[in-house]
């Protein structure tokens, strides 16, 4: 059985930083494509950044773009995201996901639905 739990999340003014974790249990994690979404009250989940199994490619959400950037450590099984330049609008529960890596298009590691595996996510606070 897979288990992601992250940590790191807090609250931070506005153009501060926080870096969260995703500890992922089992021997697979070195294979997994790995992605964080976001959901904030009363929104939708939405994709934030997501990394392929041996980490050489990365994607990012426009909204985080040049502030977020997300690594993996595979020694550790552990997923990161590094938040600089934080905004109100950043505020929300994040959450880790992965999946075993395939032939996956690009659209779809911004896709929620093909993700396996789920943490059960970390709240984040920037106060305006």
């Known amino acids: 059985q897979v288990q992601l739990v992250e940590s790191g999340g807090g609250s931070v003014q506005a153009g501060g930083s926080l870096r969260l974790s995703c500890a992922v249990s089992g021997r697979t994690f070195s294979s997994y494509d790995m992605a964080w979404f976001r959901q904030a009250p009363g929104k939708e989940r939405e994709f934030v950044a997501a990394?392929?199994?041996?980490?050489?490619?990365?994607y990012y959400a426009d909204s985080v773009k040049g502030r977020f950037t997300i690594s993996r450590d595979h020694p550790k099984n552990t997923l990161y995201l590094q938040m600089d330049s934080l905004k109100p609008e950043d505020t929300a529960v994040y959450s880790c996901a992965g999946r075993a890596s395939q032939a996956y298009t690009i659209s779809d590691y911004s896709d929620p639905s093909t993700y396996t595996y789920w943490g059960q996510g970390t709240q984040v606070t920037v106060p305006s």
């Open positions: 990394i392929n199994w041996n980490g050489g490619m990365t």
